[in-house]
């Protein structure tokens, strides 16, 4: 590990955790675009969830909690029924389900959990991870995402711009170091991002207008919970996909730091501090929280994994969400630039999961290895789905679980104890 959990805050330790900020912060924002939640208080319960998460984790685990994705449908739906405070009182429910199934696990061996998670299981769901992702990032460098921007230099045009931020990101991870700035060689997402944004701005195609309209300082709109038995039905079974993809998560940052956080800090410390940061985003008028795989791309690629770097970019956010003006401004940056950043950090998820099965020593001319893990990748990627009453199976938490009951039914008698 390359430092200590203990390391002293430093400017380096800022300025290391103000790219993260930049890391988490178009995914954060876009939960409350499309629900109607506030900006603001998605942004402050993001920072304070994270506080929360490494607080119950014993400051061990590298992550940044932001805004859920699996919960869009959950909001939009009871959102249109009930209204928005009855689709918060669920998700403070659901991540009372966290709590409840931590406590669970915290009687469950370590041994049994790797037997249920062996790395021919775990590895296709971390590659899985980084492939699910794949789109959002293609989609962002093709300016699919930014219309205004897509029409002003059209589709090559953004790829171009979205090629040049990629490159810039490898350049500074492959070339900094021989020129001696060990430093500036751990910044490729925040240097990428300048570069792409200054180059966005020669081309006339960053609009400034919700900068000008923001305000400089600004308290957050909180809002309290309603709770409803039909909200809690729609929200509540959402957290047994997101648990899941929880388990997925805390996988992959172990890989990428060299630490097994499912034995320490645990799982069960991990799903509790995930669960009490969701239900205090809710109780305040926040979306669920999750832990990032974009931030994990993001210590994958540049090799710092202090977890000071994650409580650092949490004060920013909280920080950003007390000033609208900054907000806006972090805003302004154009998909394509996002984008081609993007391919950079959730390829290096993906390629954790194919390291975590070579390290592991997966033996894939085992045919039953390999069933469970040609399962595990069509069906996470081909967009199978499942629904059971209020249960939405699809993706990540599908390959997860069929995974799992494979290994469960086709585990054979002459996988090595290294194999799990």
Same mark, same amino acid.
Request: proline share 5%; with cysteine; charged share 10%.
């Given at each position: ?24 912060? !178009? ?39 932001? *805004? *859920? ?12 029924? %009930? ?25 469950? *061996? ?5 037997? @249920? ?14 492939? @699910? ?5 293609? %989609?962002? =460098? ?8 897509? %029409? ?9 711009? #979205? ?18 700035? $060990? ?16 180059? #966005? ?36 079974? @959402? ?20 630490? /097994?956080?499912? $034995? /320490? ?8 501090? /995930? ?37 650092? =970019? ?25 984008? !081609? ?8 998820? *993906? ?22 893990? =040609? ?38 008698? /002459?996988?090595? $104890?290294?194999?799990?």
């Amino acid at each position: 590990m390359a430092e200590s959990l203990n390391e002293p805050i430093t400017g380096k330790t800022v300025v290391l955790g103000l790219q993260h900020t930049f890391v988490m912060f !178009g995914a954060t924002v876009l939960v409350p675009i499309l629900t109607g939640l506030d900006v603001g208080v998605t942004l402050f319960a993001a920072g304070l969830g994270t506080w929360l998460f490494h607080l119950v984790t014993a400051f061990k685990v590298p992550v940044f909690l932001g *805004s *859920s994705f699996a919960f869009i449908p959950g909001i939009a739906a009871v959102g249109a029924s %009930q209204g928005l405070p009855y689709a918060l009182g669920g998700i403070v429910v659901a991540g009372i389900l966290y709590v409840i199934v931590a406590v669970i696990f915290k009687f469950v *061996s370590y041994e049994n959990l790797h037997k @249920i998670l062996p790395p021919h299981v775990t590895g296709p769901m971390i590659i899985l991870i980084g492939l @699910i992702l794949a789109p959002v990032a293609i %989609q962002s =460098a093709n300016g699919t995402n930014s219309p205004a921007v897509a %029409q002003a230099i059209g589709e090559n045009g953004c790829w171009g711009l #979205a090629l040049f931020t990629f490159a810039a990101g490898v350049f500074v991870k492959i070339a900094f170091p021989k020129f001696g700035w $060990k430093f500036m060689s751990n910044l490729p997402v925040l240097i990428a991002l300048v570069a792409g944004y200054i180059l #966005a701005l020669i081309l006339g195609i960053v609009d400034f207008k919700a900068v000008g309209d923001a305000a400089w300082i600004g308290l957050p709109k909180f809002s309290l919970p309603k709770f409803s038995v039909e909200a809690i039905t729609v929200m509540v079974p @959402i957290a047994i996909v997101t648990m899941v993809e929880h388990f997925g998560d805390v996988l992959a940052i172990g890989n990428v730091v060299g630490r /097994d956080f499912i $034995k /320490d800090p645990g799982i069960h410390r991990t799903l509790i501090g /995930d669960g009490l940061a969701t239900s205090l985003a809710a109780l305040i008028g926040g979306p669920a929280n999750t832990t990032y795989s974009e931030n994990t791309g993001a210590v994958a690629l540049t090799g710092v994994t202090n977890p000071w770097v994650m409580r650092i =970019a949490a004060c920013f956010a909280i920080v950003l969400s007390l000033v609208p003006k900054f907000t806006a401004l972090i805003g302004t940056i154009p998909g394509p630039v996002i984008g !081609g950043i993007s391919i950079l950090l959730f390829g290096m998820i *993906s390629s954790i999961g194919v390291k975590n099965m070579v390290d592991a020593k997966v033996n894939l001319s085992n045919p039953k290895l390999l069933i469970i893990t =040609a399962a595990m990748l069509v069906l996470g990627l081909g967009g199978a789905a499942f629904k059971f009453g209020n249960i939405n199976l699809s993706g990540l938490g599908l390959a997860a679980i069929v995974g799992i009951v494979l290994n469960l039914i086709l585990r054979p008698k /002459d996988i090595t $104890k290294s194999e799990g």
